[in-house]
Antibody
Framework: EVQLVESGGGLVKPGGSLRLSCAASGFIFSSYTMNWVRQAPGKGLEWVSCITSSSSYIYYVDSVKGRFTISRDNAKNSLYLQMNSLTAEDTAVYYC????????????WGQGTMVTVSS | SSELTQDPAVSVALGQTVRITCQGDSLKTYYASWYQQKPGQAPVLVIYYKNNRPSGIPDRFSGSSSGNTASLTISGAQAEDEADYYCNCRDSSGHHLVFGGGTKLTVL
């Protein structure tokens, strides 16, 4: 079964750090661009970052640039998001999503992991 | 970056046809994808690359595009189609993805 499973969310104080993980299974992870997408409580989806299959290209939404770092380990079929200098505005459910190789569609999503930034 | 604009809410009578639209300059260059999200669940891709459906998505879902507007049409809406719908595509740089603000579909 094709699956993505996020972990690492939790409660963190403003200014703190957190590392999210996304474990992939059921497909050739190393062949796909992967993305992080977040959704603040009661709000819409926001694309956060993407990393190409061999980590050659990495992009971020402006609001997290310089604070978040996306990475992957193809040997471990895993995607990561290191989040530093967190603020309340980063509070959201964070999803990892696989990007279809032909279109730009996100065809596989994880169940999400909740990140709450609060003192 | 660029923005994608969606109507916040749309309603449709059971069994009728509804169109959900998404507007943005980058849609002149890139095709939109569409996602369905039900409360407490992860989004699900329903349309990609203009008008392609992943396996398992009913054929009542279709997509189209004209100029700076992409549309998701549900022909014969069912009660289970009540959900939030989001469009996305690349922005003008070609490197970033952007989502529309989402449309809450109510099936009456």
């Amino acid at each position: 079964e094709v699956q993505l499973v996020e972990s690492g969310g939790g409660l963190v104080k403003p200014g703190g750090s957190l590392r999210l993980s996304c474990a992939a299974s059921g497909f050739i992870f190393s062949s796909y661009t992967m993305n992080w997408v977040r959704q603040a409580p009661g709000k819409g989806l926001e694309w956060v970052s993407c990393i190409t299959s061999s980590s050659s290209y990495i992009y971020y939404v402006d609001s997290v640039k310089g604070r978040f770092t996306i990475s992957r380990d193809n040997a471990k079929n895993s995607l990561y998001l290191q989040m530093n200098s967190l603020t309340a505005e980063d509070t959201a459910v964070y999803y990892c999503a696989r990007e279809d190789n032909v279109s730009d569609g996100f065809d596989i999503w994880g169940q999400g992991t909740m990140v709450t930034v609060s003192s | 970056s660029s923005e994608l604009t969606q109507d916040p809410a749309v309603s449709v009578a059971l069994g009728q046809t509804v169109r959900i639209t998404c507007q943005g300059d980058s849609l002149k260059t890139y095709y939109a994808s569409w996602y369905q999200q039900k409360p407490g669940q992860a989004p699900v891709l329903v349309i990609y690359y203009k008008n392609n459906r992943p396996s398992g998505i009913p054929d009542r879902f279709s997509g189209s595009s004209s100029g700076n507007t992409a549309s998701l049409t549900i022909s014969g809406a069912q009660a289970e189609d009540e959900a939030d719908y989001y469009c996305n595509c690349r922005d003008s740089s070609g490197h970033h993805l952007v989502f529309g603000g989402g449309t809450k579909l109510t099936v009456l």
